[in-house]
């Protein structure tokens, strides 16, 4: 046999055990998800519709924080802080000006900031010096709202003037489909930027260091990218939150929120966008559910510790059936199902 005749052979074959993947382009995603949330809109209550809403917030911190995380391996206490950082951005200039979309680019241009600012001073560290430099920013910025109450207003906060919806729109379905417009754009943003080399630098940064180094990838410069990146979309979500009570408190952005965004992240699948959203809806339901026991036992104790309790349970139990997250999930059924056949 020739070695053209011999080619075919091996470049029309798979080989054994090579996995065939397709990669759907993220806006054909994108698209489909804009599509099913708006149907959802129309047969979900009001409040489903406000809970839809609030995923969509949740969704572009988790996305962020799993660009931070889960692709560069920067461990962050402190997202908590960042969106109250955009909450309070868009109050103060909603407040004065009136104009939403204004405001929004504020939100986003303030938080990403300070995102950079942290990131200069976290890629100097790492590991548990790291976690705490993000702690005490989770600390300090309520603390802030105190020292200057007559900007904001300390713990009674601030209310936010928004202009009503179109009269044909109920609030809630308003509401979340300005919530998924938002955080549709961020993941479409964050996943083709985590596409190209800047994803491919965010990985081998997060894998190995020196070896990044002597690939000629600038670690410094790539961690504080990452950091900014992330804090764009944590002051994306901030200002959502903001308009979606239409008031921000320190009360609305206390330390355990930076907790439940790392344990949500890390539940829904590091490393994955979709994991993040599985994230985000756990955000949602898992409080909800933790409030409605806490409720029917009658105790209001119970009820401020059962929603960490609930997340430390369901983090336990997902890590030991499924160590890569929800997101994992489909591919391990699939490989079992390749296995036994």
Known sequence: MTAI??????????????????????????????????????VLPPFRNYQLATVGAYFCVTAGLTVLTG?????????????????????????????????????????????????LAAARLRGPYLAGLTLA??????????????????????????????????????????????????VLLLALLVRGRFGRDLRAVRDDETAAKLAGINIARTQVLAFVVSAACAGVAGALFAYLAQSVSPGAFPLTLSLFLLMAIVIGGLGSLFGALWGALLLVVLPTLSQSVGEHAGSQ??????????????????????????ASIPSRISRLIRRNR
């Not at 929603?307 to 160590?323: K, Q, R």
């Open 137 to 186: 920013v989770a600390i300090v910025v309520p603390s802030v709202t105190s020292t200057f109450d007559e900007t904001f207003n300390s713990d009674q906060g601030l209310s936010v003037m928004l202009n009503p919806p179109p009269e044909q729109y109920p609030m809630e379905q308003w509401q979340a489909w300005l919530c998924w417009a938002a955080a549709l754009i961020v």
């Open 71 to 119: 692709l560069n391996g920067q461990l962050s206490l402190g997202h908590g802080a960042l969106m109250a950082t955009g909450a309070y951005t868009l109050a103060l200039s909603q407040n004065k000006w009136e104009n939403l979309p204004l405001s929004f680019a504020l939100a986003v241009l303030v938080t990403t900031a300070v995102g950079a600012v942290i990131g």
């Open 301 to 326: 104790r119970l009820e401020g510790n059962l929603a960490l309790i609930v997340f430390g349970v369901v983090l336990v139990v997902v890590m030991l059936a499924a160590p890569g997250g929800l």
């Open 5 to 42: 005749e011999a080619r075919p052979a091996t470049s029309t074959k798979t080989m054994p055990g090579a996995p065939r993947r397709r990669r759907v382009h993220p806006a054909i995603v994108i698209v489909v998800g804009a599509v099913l949330v708006v149907a959802l809109t129309y």
